[in-house]
C-alpha cells in the first residue's frame, strides 16, 4: 500500500500562485500513475492533471495552460505547479496513486487506489 501526503495549500488572491506536493511512501513499482484530483463541497472528485512513470502527461480543459504537473521519481514526490488561479479553483486537492498501472496516465478518479488526505487550496477574488 501508497501513503501519500500532500502539502502546499493555502489562500491567495486571483492571480496568484500555488505549488502542491505530494510525498509517496511505500512500494510503488516500476510503472505507476499519479494525480491530483480536486473536490467542491457535496460534488464528485474530479480529476485537474495526471502523469506516469514513463513521463505521460494529461491535463483537463480547466487546468491546461495554467496548471503544470510534474514527478521526481527518485522523491517519489509529485507537484502541481498552479499559476493564474481563479476563485473557481477554491477546492481541496487530492493527489492520489495507482501502482502497477497499464494506462498512461489515467484521468478518471476511479483508476487510483490510494489516495492523500486532501490539501485546502483558497482563492479570494
Known amino acids: 500500500?501508497?501513503?501519500l501526503v500532500e502539502s502546499g495549500g493555502g489562500s491567495v488572491q486571483a492571480g496568484g500562485s500555488l505549488r502542491l506536493s505530494c510525498?509517496?511512501?511505500?512500494d510503488m513499482s516500476s510503472r505507476y500513475s499519479m494525480g491530483w484530483f480536486r473536490q467542491y463541497p457535496r460534488k464528485q472528485r474530479e480529476v485537474v492533471a495526471a502523469i506516469d512513470s514513463n513521463g505521460n502527461i494529461k491535463y483537463v480543459d480547466s487546468s491546461?495552460?495554467?496548471f503544470t504537473i510534474s514527478l521526481d521519481?527518485?522523491?517519489?514526490?509529485l507537484f502541481l505547479q498552479m499559476?493564474?488561479?481563479r476563485p473557481e479553483?477554491?477546492?481541496t486537492y487530492y493527489c492520489a496513486a495507482q501502482t502497477n498501472c497499464i494506462y498512461e496516465a489515467p484521468l478518471p478518479p476511479h483508476f487510483y487506489t490510494s489516495?492523500?488526505?486532501g490539501t485546502q487550496v483558497a482563492v479570494s477574488s
Open 23 to 26: 510525498l509517496a511512501s511505500g
Open 64 to 66: 491546461q495552460g495554467r
Open 73 to 77: 521519481k527518485a522523491a517519489k514526490s
Open 89 to 91: 479553483d477554491t477546492s
Open 1 to 3: 500500500q501508497v501513503q
Open 83 to 85: 499559476n493564474s488561479l
Open 115 to 117: 489516495w492523500g488526505q
